[in-house]
């Protein structure tokens, strides 16, 4: 008997490890074990985690070719906060008569009520499609009776007519991931190329081939699996999460049907860019120049440098023209309407712009990006599916310019940030390249305060505020936002045990100056003399703790521009004291000179100066440099942490 219990406990154990190792969950069948869940133990945290994903990829030889997309995924919800898993979206593409089919869309949930399972089916009439733009389009629903301890278990098929596009697989998610596999088969006709990202690596992976039986056809098989897969959590200063999210993209380059040549279908740029130069919604659009040209000649008469005139045709499209908050790469209507309504979108604004640069005779193209939370850009061959903005290149002499006239505050020169995501594609007959796309300023903070001690603690004296850069550009956002009475109302709030009095505003409309707030400062002290006086000199503008926490950080640290911040303020001592403790002056470096904080006290008579600097480089770090930058942020918490003592001077006794 004792033989033979541990014979099947030893079978039972050998089928648990194999199915851990690679499961085939049963639609709509769940295991007891799901639903007995409260927690996961490799991230207890989790509010929800996803249990099973499976998605696979097949050609369907019928009257037509078609992309036939399968999957099947199981979710657990553990906290209330997971309930938005329960919210589902899949989106599809409609291009004319060539289309994307979402069907056999089946879920269920299922609950453990009273020790037994409770398994409710979501209803038809319970999805809903949305059109979201021109070409996408969702399929949306919700699973019923979803709580804490549900396991939801979906099904669905996408038939695709773009039979030269895969859909990407994400392995990753914001939710930890026990198991995800994807499998494809693609015909021998089909050479793609496949572009793993992140930061994970596969546990398995597979390829081989084999016969299709009806249609006679060799299919090279492929799988990748992926196990424990950890959440993709945000952290400070990145991109979009989508950039360091494990996933396998899909680049096809050739198709080989028999007894045809052999296409190549990454293509290459000399073709793409003569295609977008010829396109009516792009390049097309650069020439149409006619009803602009009077306006234009009057312009250029006050201004006769090339830089002048760049400027006065940004200024005026700037002005003219209000953007819709639409992104994208071609234009909806003709730029001439466009400029008739005062409002366009992104490629409108900007193609506007670059063809009145082009009619005043200036070198001008406009340039392809994607923003940050788009996703970057490979070099490699032609994706325009990738790009979702355009902006204006201009060249003068050996200086080449970046302009955008969707921002009203944006000064000419400086793209905003959401531009700030690496490189750009120049479009432009004899010259398209790649372009890096670096911040045109520093993201600069200047305070500066003259305070004057009393011998209760007392403070008072002024302070000022300058901000250039890109600091300028968010403070003016800010302030035009919330209006200038309401900005000053909430600047004038006490910070800390200081009080601001009214800011004066100078140069808010001057978007090439800085943006300069000057104010009355106070502090109450203890209301009695005191014989030592205990006082943080950063005065609430301090580092008061480090964005770094992780102990190790995969991606990248991304601050979008450098940053130059600097505080100097001045202190008067009370008539008869002195200053007993005062930080030391510290000088802390990154390496290879991408960062330098330096803190500095000078004494003089009763006068005592705090200086402060923090200069942030270059504006991305990778995850090897990510220990200094951590080590460097905690010198400068502790620094910004610490006090001066200010004690009275002892009188000798007669």
Same mark, same amino acid.
């Given at each position: 008997?004792?033989?033979?219990?541990?014979l099947?406990?030893?079978f039972?154990?050998c089928?648990? !490890?194999?199915?851990?190792?690679?499961?085939?969950?049963?639609?709509?069948?769940? &295991?007891?074990?799901?639903?007995?869940?409260m927690? %996961?133990?490799?991230?207890?945290?989790a509010?929800?985690?996803i249990l099973?994903?499976?998605?696979?990829?097949?050609?369907?030889?019928? &009257?037509?070719?078609?992309v036939?997309?399968?999957? *099947?995924?199981?979710?657990k919800?553990l906290?209330?906060?997971?309930?938005?898993?329960?919210?589902?979206?899949?989106?599809?593409?409609?291009?004319?008569?060539?289309?994307?089919k979402v069907?056999? !869309?089946?879920?269920?949930t299922?609950?453990?009520?009273?020790?037994?399972?409770q398994?409710?089916?979501?209803?038809?009439?319970?999805?809903f499609?949305?059109?979201?733009?021109? %070409?996408?389009h969702?399929?949306?629903?919700s699973?019923?009776?979803?709580?804490?301890?549900s396991?939801?278990?979906?099904?669905?098929?996408?038939?695709?007519?773009?039979v030269?596009?895969?859909?990407?697989?994400?392995f990753? *998610?914001? !939710?930890?991931?026990?198991?995800?596999?994807y499998?494809?088969?693609?015909?021998?006709?089909?050479?793609?190329? $496949?572009?793993?990202?992140?930061?994970?690596?596969?546990d398995?992976?597979k390829?081989s081939?084999?016969?299709?039986?009806?249609?006679?056809?060799?299919?090279n098989e492929? %799988?990748?699996?992926?196990?424990?897969v950890?959440?993709?959590?945000?952290?400070?200063?990145i991109?979009?999460?989508s950039?360091?999210?494990s996933?396998?993209?899909?680049?096809?380059?050739?198709?080989?049907?028999?007894?045809?040549?052999?296409?190549?279908?990454?293509?290459n740029?000399?073709?793409?860019?003569?295609?977008?130069?010829?396109n009516?919604?792009?390049?097309?659009q650069?020439?149409?120049?006619?009803?602009f040209?009077?306006?234009?000649?009057a312009?250029?008469?006050?201004n006769?440098?090339?830089?002048?005139?760049?400027? =006065?045709?940004?200024?005026?499209?700037?002005?003219?023209?209000?953007?819709?908050?639409?992104?994208?790469?071609?234009?909806?209507?003709?730029?001439?309407?466009?400029?008739?309504?005062?409002?366009?979108?992104?490629?409108?604004?900007?193609?506007?712009?670059?063809?009145?640069?082009?009619?005043?005779?200036?070198d001008a193209s406009?340039?392809?990006?994607?923003?940050?939370?788009?996703?970057?850009?490979?070099?490699g061959?032609?994706?325009l599916?990738?790009?979702? /903005?355009?902006?204006?290149?201009?060249?003068?002499?050996?200086?080449?310019y970046?302009?955008?006239a969707?921002e009203p505050?944006?000064? =000419?020169?400086?793209?905003?940030?959401?531009?700030?995501?690496?490189?750009?594609?120049?479009?432009?007959?004899?010259?398209?390249?790649?372009?890096?796309?670096?911040?045109?300023?520093?993201?600069?903070?200047?305070?500066?305060?003259?305070?004057?001690?009393?011998n209760?603690?007392d403070?008072?004296?002024?302070?000022?505020?300058?901000?250039g850069? /890109?600091n300028?550009?968010?403070?003016?956002?800010?302030?035009k936002?919330?209006?200038?009475?309401?900005?000053?109302?909430?600047?004038?709030?006490?910070?800390?045990?200081?009080?601001?009095?009214?800011?004066?505003?100078?140069?808010?409309n001057?978007?090439?100056?800085?943006?300069n707030?000057?104010?009355?400062?106070?502090?109450?002290?203890?209301?009695?003399?005191?014989?030592?006086?205990?006082?943080?000199?950063?005065?609430?503008?301090?580092?008061?703790?480090?964005?770094?926490?992780?102990?190790?950080?995969?991606?990248?640290?991304?601050? =979008?521009t450098?940053i130059?911040?600097?505080?100097?303020?001045?202190?008067?001592l009370?008539?008869?004291y002195?200053?007993?403790?005062?930080p030391?002056?510290i000088a802390?470096?990154?390496?290879?000179?991408?960062?330098?904080?330096?803190?500095?006290?000078?004494?003089?008579?009763?006068?005592?100066?705090?200086?402060?600097?923090?200069?942030?480089?270059?504006?991305? $770090?990778?995850?090897?440099?990510?220990?200094?930058?951590?080590e460097?942020?905690?010198?400068?918490?502790?620094? *910004?942490?610490e006090?001066?003592?200010?004690?009275k001077?002892?009188t =000798?006794?007669r």
């Open positions: 008997m004792k033989t033979k219990f541990t099947t406990s030893l039972l154990l089928c648990f !490890i194999c199915y851990a190792q690679n499961p085939q969950k049963r639609f709509g069948k769940v &295991e007891e074990a799901e639903l007995r869940m927690s %996961y133990d490799k991230d207890t945290s509010a929800a985690v099973y994903d499976h998605g696979s990829t097949k050609f369907a030889f019928n &009257e037509k070719i078609q036939v997309f399968e999957r *099947h995924i199981r979710i919800i906290k209330k906060a997971g309930y938005d898993w329960a919210n589902v979206t899949v989106p599809y593409y409609i291009n004319g008569t060539t289309k994307e069907s056999n !869309i089946k879920a269920y299922f609950n453990l009520v009273d020790g037994k399972e398994k409710v089916k979501l209803e038809s009439k319970d999805v499609d949305e059109k979201q733009s021109e %070409y996408k969702l399929k949306k629903f699973l019923p009776n979803v709580k804490e301890g396991v939801l278990d979906i099904n669905y098929t996408i038939y695709s007519d773009f030269y596009t895969m859909r990407e697989w994400e990753q *998610h914001s !939710i930890p991931v026990v198991y995800s596999e499998r494809a088969q693609i015909p021998e006709y089909f050479d793609y190329k $496949f572009l793993m990202q992140g930061y994970l690596s596969v398995d992976t390829q081939s084999a016969m299709e039986n009806i249609t006679k056809v060799q299919n492929y %799988y990748w699996i992926m196990k424990d950890p959440a993709l959590k945000g952290e400070k200063y991109t979009t999460l950039d360091y999210q996933k396998i993209e899909f680049e096809l380059e050739r198709v080989r049907f028999p007894n045809e040549p052999v296409r190549v279908m990454t293509g740029w000399d073709d793409v860019t003569k295609k977008l130069l010829e009516e919604d792009f390049g097309i650069l020439k149409r120049n006619g009803f040209k009077e306006t234009l000649a312009l250029m008469a006050k006769k440098e090339p830089e002048q005139q760049m400027n =006065a045709i940004y200024e005026l499209v700037r002005k003219r023209m209000t953007w819709n908050g639409k992104y994208g790469i071609y234009t909806k209507d003709p730029i001439r309407k466009v400029y008739e309504s005062g409002t366009g979108s992104v490629p409108e604004i900007n193609l506007l712009m670059t063809s009145m640069l082009l009619e005043a005779g200036l406009p340039v392809l990006l994607s923003t940050r939370d788009n996703g970057q850009l490979r070099h061959p032609p994706m599916t990738k790009f979702n /903005y355009v902006v204006t290149h201009v060249k003068i002499g050996d200086k080449e970046f302009l955008d969707t505050l944006l000064p =000419a020169g400086m793209l905003p940030v959401r531009c700030l995501n690496g490189m750009g594609r120049l479009v432009k007959k004899t010259d398209h390249r790649w372009v890096d796309i670096k911040p045109a300023s520093n993201y600069i903070k200047l305070f500066s305060a003259d305070l004057a001690i009393n209760q603690g403070i008072t004296g002024t302070g000022t505020e300058s901000a850069g /890109y300028a550009l968010y403070m003016r956002k800010t302030i936002e919330e209006g200038e009475d309401k900005y000053m109302e909430k600047l004038a709030k006490e910070v800390g045990n200081l009080k601001v009095g009214k800011p004066k505003i100078e140069n808010l001057e978007l090439g100056n800085s943006l707030l000057t104010y009355n400062l106070t502090a109450g002290g203890s209301g009695q003399v005191n014989d030592v006086i205990y006082l943080n000199p950063m005065m609430g503008h301090g580092e008061k703790e480090n964005p770094f926490k992780l102990k190790e950080r995969m991606y990248p640290v991304d601050f =979008a450098p130059d911040e600097t505080y100097i303020c001045r202190f008067t009370p008539e008869g002195e200053i007993d403790e005062a030391k002056n802390v470096n990154l390496p290879e000179g991408h960062g330098r904080f330096m803190y500095l006290v000078e004494r003089e008579g009763n006068q005592v100066q705090i200086m402060s600097k923090i200069n942030i480089n270059k504006a991305v $770090f990778y995850a090897t440099e990510y220990p200094y930058l951590k460097f942020y905690n010198q400068i918490v502790a620094k *910004h942490a006090q001066l003592v200010i004690k001077v002892a =000798a006794s």
